[in-house]
């Protein structure tokens, strides 16, 4: 099983849609939790950090789930601006800072 | 901060031949990290270092690729020699442990393409 996993997609939705990204981990010891975005021949950038009790950031929210080993991204109200790949990011191990990053989900909005 | 500055943005060499990325990571960050990207692998993490020294380099496909830290300023990631399957975005990423695990901020990237 890859450390981190996650559905390539792409997701194809209309402006306005709800859309969520599940991101599956395969330590149990892992301890931080990030979603990056990547637009197509950039650099990613940090999205936001994934809190034990869940997190919002405006049209975004972002969720762990420690028993079954997963975080999710939902984005509500779709904008044409939100299409890019959306990276998940665990840290490698328990305590350890080496961050690991899965292959990225692809969200196409489309008018 | 004019962020992760990273040289060069394109390079296109023969097989064979030696290749030098160099990277410079924004002041104060005391991690910086190598990745590479390609459709078929994804981000993958090629070697870190702390306070610059190399802390894991597991990453590193073979002896034809090293990666030094001079400085805390400075960085390279030599291939030598290059193959054409070494073709691939290479960024460099740098962080700041007080501020957060994990929290990275990348260069650019630098697209290497060897024919």
């Known amino acids: 099983r890859k450390e981190v996993e996650q559905d390539p997609g792409p997701f194809n939705v209309p402006e306005g849609a709800t859309v969520a990204f599940n991101c599956t981990y395969s330590n149990s010891a892992s301890q931080s939790f990030f979603w990056y975005r990547q637009d197509c021949r950039k650099e990613p950038k940090l999205l936001m950090s994934v809190y034990s009790s869940g997190n919002e950031d405006g049209r975004f929210t972002a969720q762990l789930n420690r028993a079954s080993q997963y975080i999710s991204l939902l984005i509500r109200d779709s904008k044409l601006s939100d299409s890019a790949t959306y990276l998940c990011?665990?840290?490698?191990?328990?305590?350890?800072?080496?961050?690991?990053f899965g292959r990225g989900t692809s969200l196409i909005v489309h008018p | 901060d004019a962020g992760v500055i990273q040289s060069p943005r394109h390079e296109v060499t023969e097989m064979g031949q030696e290749v030098t990325l160099r990277c410079k990571p924004i002041s104060g960050h005391d991690y910086l990290f190598w990745y590479r990207q390609t459709m078929m692998r994804g981000l993958e993490l090629l070697i870190y270092f702390n306070n610059n020294v190399p802390i894991d380099d597991s990453g590193m496909p073979e002896d034809r690729f090293s990666a030094k830290m001079p400085n805390a300023s400075f960085s390279t990631l030599k291939i030598q020699p290059s193959e054409p399957r070494d073709s691939a975005v290479y960024f460099c990423a740098s962080s700041f442990r007080g501020l957060g695990a994990n929290v990275l901020t990348f260069g650019a990237g630098s697209r290497l393409t060897v024919l």
């Open positions: 990011v665990v840290n490698k191990s328990g305590g350890s800072y080496i961050p690991t």
